[in-house]
């Protein structure tokens, strides 16, 4: 919208009050009429700025007051307009325009009332058809006029002030209500994207598992196919059909990964077969002597999927980097909580796995169900140790 459309409200309530004041100029009995009109003009101006300058509107009403008494002018009924301006300070002005507008009004309307005669008073009394009643008031002695011109006086000032108070408290209020809620589409977004954000790590964390232990599995399972036999037909043929079986199951387990993170397919089963994994270690050439003491428990699905991949990347970094000619220890204690341990020997001087992202993992994993990781160096037997704590139940 141009600069001059959006004042055009205001050149139009300026222009109505230059109306009203050369039809009250024009049928006054006043012998020079340019006093009265040069009050009436500051009252139009005042009245066009209200809206857009509410505080340079409240400076020239007080200008033309000022001017007003210098001349000797009495308040004239286009005079009322002002409230206008009582209005647009209290909706729009600033915090002092606002304070200073309501101290103003009982201010102007006591010097108002001091200029103003009798018969002036009367004679708008007249315009408003309430003369009758306020000169038998006047002749009983009831109120004194000035009592009677002030109180109209106010109520017609305060009123409009009020209301625009009351608008403004209104509008900062639905304002309030608007942030409100744009910070809380804000907040939702931001828990969205941090939700998918943590489902791209979740689903990376489990590829990086089902791949990284299929591929050390085929890896030491190609290497033991080194030291066969060249006559050794069958033994090589067994070998390359544990390849082929664990490179079809981390096919499989990796489509089920990738189908429990789609919304048609969130209730996918993945592997929890604990065994399971021990045998595909075994199979590709590792020596795993395992140990379960206590009652095996039923596990929510959950949690057996957390178990499920801690001994996956447990049994990966054994094979990874502990010995292959010293089996792997695997311990399961039902005790409460599970607790998981692994435990290879490692060569002295090795540098066990630390802050990779597998151990990272499986502590965001445990974490996420109330569970912990520790892993432990020890130097006599040269050995690495990792103890898993899962739930058995949902907390």
Not at 205 to 227: C, F, K
Request: glycine fraction near 8%.
């Amino acid at each position: 919208m141009k600069r001059a459309e959006r004042w055009l409200p205001d050149l139009l309530a300026a222009a109505a009050v230059v109306a009203l004041a050369l039809v009250e100029v024009k049928g006054s009995a006043e012998a020079d009429p340019w006093p009265p009109l040069l009050v009436l003009a500051g009252v139009a101006l005042a009245v066009g700025l209200c809206r857009r300058l509410p505080g340079a509107a409240l400076v020239v009403a007080w200008g033309t007051g000022l001017v007003q008494l210098w001349l000797g002018v009495d308040p004239m009924l286009t005079e009322v307009v002002l409230a206008a301006v009582a209005f647009g300070c209290a909706r729009w002005g600033s915090l002092p325009t606002v304070w200073l507008s309501g101290f103003s009004i009982p201010v102007s309307v006591g010097l108002a009332v001091l200029i103003t005669s009798p018969y002036s008073f009367y004679q708008a009394l007249d315009v408003l058809g309430i003369n009758r009643i306020a000169v038998e008031t006047y002749r009983s002695g009831g109120y004194d006029w000035r009592i009677v011109a002030g109180l109209i006086g106010f109520a017609l000032m305060a009123t409009p002030w009020l209301l625009g108070l009351a608008l403004r408290f209104a509008a900062r209020s639905q304002d309030s209500r608007r942030s409100q809620v744009a910070a809380e589409a804000q907040r939702d977004q931001a828990e969205e994207i941090a939700r998918l954000r943590e489902e791209q790590a979740q689903l990376a964390r489990d590829v990086h598992d089902v791949v990284g232990h299929s591929l050390a599995v085929i890896l030491a399972q190609a290497e033991s196919a080194q030291y066969l036999e060249d006559a050794d037909t069958q033994g090589l043929k067994t070998t390359m059909a544990n390849i082929a079986g664990s490179a079809r199951s981390s096919l499989e387990d990796v489509r089920q990964v990738l189908a429990s993170t789609s919304e048609s397919q969130a209730g996918a089963v993945q592997h929890t077969d604990l065994d399971s994994l021990v045998d595909g270690v075994r199979a590709s050439g590792h020596e795993v002597l395992t140990t379960e003491v206590g009652t095996p428990q039923p596990m929510p699905p959950e949690l057996a999927v957390v178990a499920f991949r801690v001994l996956q990347e447990m049994l990966t970094n054994a094979i990874k980097h502990g010995r292959r000619d010293q089996p792997v220890h695997v311990e399961r204690h039902w005790e409460g909580d599970l607790r998981i341990e692994v435990r290879n020997a490692v060569l002295p001087g090795d540098v066990p796995p630390g802050g990779g992202q597998g151990l990272d993992g499986m502590r965001r994993r445990l974490e996420a169900v109330g569970g912990h990781l520790d892993v432990r160096r020890r130097a006599e037997p040269p050995t690495f140790t990792a103890t898993a704590w899962v739930p058995v139940r949902n907390r």
